[in-house]
Each structure stands twice: as structure tokens, then as C-alpha cells.
């Protein structure tokens, strides 16, 4: 079995979860459905980035230690990833004994090379980033200096471990040029590959002024700076450093969903420290886009943080699911409005997907005792619905292996606008009197293709496809990818079940 390894990055605790996080989980969650139903082996694994001074301060100001605290919030993370239905095969937090070993390790392994080296460290520092700033990379006000978005940074001077990222310059730039598919979307490789060619300076890797974090091998004043800890989860999680050979494939064919504040560390420094620890950078990094709120920048300070939660509990997950996946093309910003999301929940689930399965199934059922109506066979193949029906699914995939969510949910939808259509002309309501076997036949065609569309929902919105193959009574066993095409028929007389409303309408 071909296997596949999808992450999101890990969130930090020093915050509740809002729906920027959800957006990353429900991106990685649908491929990892995506690619469970074309039957491949899945590790699928998100957790919690629980060290760092950011973490500490955000202790200290709550006056608990912060092992108490990290256990808390790590907690609402975890109840996130069950309040979305997730389907991570890991939660990975870098407190736990398996993330330490792998990341003290990692260290060792970069020191035997000789990538590591003991230095002053005298620059800019953002906590609430948890990154080092050049001069040239902040903003000026009122003479003080801050980061682009208005964060604020201290000058810190203090001993320093650094890692040689200079020269890993030319091999990245090699690298990025040889895969050209290695960091997504394309504009987000280019912005890449010029910021590498301005320069790599070596990166300070230790800070010495604080206690929260993995302390550096035989020199316990050091703490191993917070993203390098964060992105070694990525190789914990298979057991590093005992890679075995299903660890190596794994990786092989791993995917990294981050959002595209976070770039800079997974497609510069997180590849350079792979080759210089002798192993093969991931498969892919994907950079989304970022949302706000009614056209506000999202923040805790502004007071205007989403509650994925309570959408959930408002409006339903397929609907939160649906609207983040069809509303933005993945890669790029998105603003959230209450109005937005219900007139395309509206329009696109209740009016159009949640119609089509009601007027079906409930003519069906009046008219055909609760059974499938006619037998299909390959003539049935000659009606141009089922014809385009079928052949949907190679679309589908492809827009789904590009990362182009949205791309993949508009061809289902056009298929489910035919289908409405299908009905307005051929009129079941009216042939039925004059025709019986004719409606039947058209009737079972719309049946089969509900169950093309419950399979293709799938992975990004499984409650309402389990909720439409139940009714078409579809064995579980039978709703994945590879009994999409091989027409495989509903036999006639088989029992439908009574159609429960899937989408009910909300009302403004
Ligand atoms: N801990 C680091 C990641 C380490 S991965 C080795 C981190 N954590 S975070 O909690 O700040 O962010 C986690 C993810 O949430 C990031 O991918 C970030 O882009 C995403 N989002 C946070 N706010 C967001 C929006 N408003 N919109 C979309 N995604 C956003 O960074």
C-alpha cells in the first residue's frame, strides 16, 4: 500500500484555539481523507508547540508553572481536533519524552556534522514570533522598531549556539530549482527563492535567558531555540531517530499544510537542517492564506477571535467545512462574514445538493415502495448525465492532488446543478402516468449519481456523505474511490431509506 504523511504545523499554547487553526486541521484533514479513500496508508498528525519564552511569559502571567499550563491548553487543542471530527492518527506535543529524544538527537546528529558552532548572538528578537529580526526586515515608528504586522521586538545580546545555514544557500537554491513542485502555490516558491538569494545569515539556534525548553546536550544554560524543537515533531512522530524502513516511506511522501506566516522556517530553514542531519527535505510544503474576521486582521487583542466551536454548534461542521473550502481558493486570504457563509450554506447545500437529494429520493419512495427502481446496466452508460457522472472523478483527483480545494468542489457542484436540471427535463412527475419504466430508469439514474456525489464528498464534507449514502442504504465497505467507477450498480430493489434533511435552510 502506497503510504502518505500529512502535518499541520503545531499550534502554540499560548492561545485558544480560533478559526485559523481549524482552517490549517480541516485542510490537512480533507487530504488525509482524500487519500485514505484512495486507499493509502495515512499518518496524519497534528499537536501542540508547548515550549519557548512566549510559552513561559504567558505561565508566568497566569502565575501557574508551565508544565500545568501547557496541559491545559494542549487539552483545548485536542478537544478541537475531536469538535472537527479530525482524523489524526497522532497528537504530538513537544513535551512529551518521545519529541525530546528526537530532538536532542536531531542536535547531536547536526553537531557530528559539523553544522553547529558556539557564537554571541546581538539582534532584534520578537517573542510573540519567536523569531530573530535583521534591522532591515522591521519598521521604524516614533524611533522604536517593530515587525511588519506591528509586533514588538528587544534587542538581545547573549552567548549563542549557531547552525550554519549560510551554507546551505546554494544547495537550497539547487533544490527548489530541481523540484519545482517542492513549495506551494508558486508565488509563495518564488517569494522563497528570492529571499534566499538576498543572502542566508547563519541562524542563532540556543537562547540562554530563559528555563522552559530542551536543553542543549552537555551545556544545560543553553534551551534549544523554539522552532527548531517545533519542526523536529515532524520527525518524532516516526520514531526518530530509529527510522525503519516504513518511517523512510513515510517521508518519502510527506506533506507539510502550514499558513503562510510560517514559510520562512519550513521551506529555508527546516530543509537546510535536513540535508545537514543527511536526510531528504519533506515531499511538499503547502502555504495557505490567512483569514480575517469581517475584513479585521483576526487577534486576540483586537477582541475578534472566531470560536470554531461555536460555529460548529450554530451552523453545523459540514457547513463550517464547506464554506472555508469553497468560499477562498486554498493559498489565498479569505475574510469571514456571518452573511457570506450562510448564503453560500444556503445556495450551495440546502437550495442545491440538499434539494436534489429530497426531490429524488422522496418521489422515489412514494412511487417505488422504498426500492431502487430499475436495474441499470451498460446501456444506461449512453445517457450523457451518468456518462459525465463517471468521468467527474478524474477531474476531481486532479484538482485535489493540486491543492485546488475549491476547483474540485466546483466540478462536483456543476455536476449537481446538471442533475437538478436532469429532473426539471425529463419530469418524472408528469412521465409517471404515462411512462412507469421510463421514470424508473430516470429516477435510478439520479439515485446512482447521489451516490457518485456522497463518494466525492467524502473527504471534505463526510458527515453529509454518510448521511446520503445511508439513505441510499450503500454498504460502508463500498464508499471508497475505487467503487466510484467500476460501475458498480445499486441492484434493483434494493431498500432506500426515508430522506432526512441534510441542510436545513438558515434563516437570517
Ligand atoms: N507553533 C508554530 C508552528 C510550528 S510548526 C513546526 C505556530 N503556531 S500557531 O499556533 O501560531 O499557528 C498555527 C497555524 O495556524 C499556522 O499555520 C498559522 O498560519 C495558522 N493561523 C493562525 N491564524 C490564522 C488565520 N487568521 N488564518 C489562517 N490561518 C492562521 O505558528
Redesign the pocket.
Known sequence: MKKVFIT?????VN?IP????A??SIVCDVLARFYSLKDYEVKFITGT?EHGLKVEKAANEKKINPQSFVDKISSNFMELTRTLKITNTDFIRTTQNRHKNAVINFWKKLLENNQIYLDNYEGWYSVKDETFYQEKELIKKDGEFFTQDGGEVEWIKEESYFFKLSAWEKKLLDYYEKNPEFILPKSRSNEVISFVKQGLKDLSISRNSFTWGIQVPNNPEHIIYV?ID??T??LSVLGYPNFDESSDKYWENSIHV?????LK??AIYWPSMLMAAGLNPPKKIFA?????NEGKK?SKSLGNTIDPNLLVQKYGLDQLKYFLLREVPLGQDGDFSENAFINRVNADLSNSLGNLVQRTIKFSNKHFKNEFPSELNEDSLECEVLKKGYSLIINFEKKMIAFEFHKAIDEIWKFIYRLNQFIDKVEPWATIKKDRNLTALNISILIEALRLIGILIAPIIPESSNNILNILNIDKDKRSFKFYSKKYFIKKGKKINEPKQIFPRISI
Do not use: E
Open positions: 499541520t504545523p503545531i499550534f502554540y492561545d480560533h478559526i485559523g487553526h482552517y490549517t508547540d522552532w517545533a519542526l515533531n515532524y502550514i499558513g503562510k506566516d510560517i522556517f519550513h495557505h492564506g490567512w483569514w480575517t483576526i
